[in-house]
């Protein structure tokens, strides 16, 4: 399969993108930076993106977009729309101007998070971002039944990521361990289903 994995520069992109490219898929891997290269958070850069990638068998966001980490009484009306407008809304127009160039019978694979299901503190609007893009895939697979699959994957945190941010990382999978989910995902039947990593489905 000809697999576009958006985001491959991030930790959980580049594990996907070598697992997938491992399996034996073809994979174009894209970022901001990339040629070319793709602003989800801009819907004329998703346009002009779609313009130039010809037709594929899949689309795999695993941009994370911004993330506003904040008390309820510390959020900001800028942050809120900056959280919304870059991973909810990039991903939904990801989706709505992709449908011609994901062949039919092909698959988008979102991104969410654990924190749908299981929020820390200080991430309602994570929460919120994850949890409605499950329901717009939910939502989603019913009108693309006839033509595409469209799935959501709810990783927890990357055990690099929080080694990165000072934490301990030993709770949390691997990159390569969460990429399993995207490949079950994409080589699956699935639709309009949320997929988790295997030993951290939400309690």
């Known amino acids: 399969m000809k697999?576009?994995?958006i985001g491959a520069t991030g930790t959980?992109?580049?594990?996907v993108a070598t697992l997938l490219n491992d399996k034996g898929h073809e994979i174009v891997r894209v970022s901001r930076h990339t040629q070319p290269g793709v602003d989800i958070s801009d819907p004329a850069s998703i346009g002009a993106f779609y313009k130039a990638?010809?037709?594929?068998?899949?689309i795999i966001s695993t941009s994370a977009g911004t993330a506003s980490y904040a008390?309820?009484?510390?959020l900001t009306d800028e942050g809120i729309d900056r959280d919304i407008k870059s991973k909810l809304l990039g991903q939904v127009n990801l989706v709505r101007q992709g449908l011609s160039k994901v062949?039919?019978?092909?698959?988008f694979i979102l991104t969410g998070g654990i924190f749908a299901y299981n929020p820390w503190p200080k991430s309602s609007v994570i929460a919120l971002v994850n949890a409605g893009l499950e329901g717009f895939v939910r939502g989603a697979a019913l009108d693309l039944q006839d033509t595409h699959r469209i799935v959501i994957v709810h990783p927890p945190s990357v055990r690099e990521w929080a080694i990165q941010m000072g934490m301990d990382g030993a709770p949390w999978p691997v990159a390569a361990t969460v990429a399993e989910a995207y490949l079950m995902a994409?080589?699956?039947?699935?639709?309009g289903q949320a997929?988790?990593?295997e030993g951290y489905r939400p309690s």
């Open 195 to 197: 997929v988790f990593v």
């Open 53 to 58: 990638i010809g037709e594929v068998d899949a």
């Open 12 to 15: 959980i992109g580049k594990a």
């Open 186 to 191: 994409l080589e699956s039947k699935i639709t």
């Open 103 to 107: 062949r039919p019978g092909g698959v």
């Open 71 to 74: 008390t309820i009484s510390k």
């Open 3 to 5: 697999v576009v994995v």
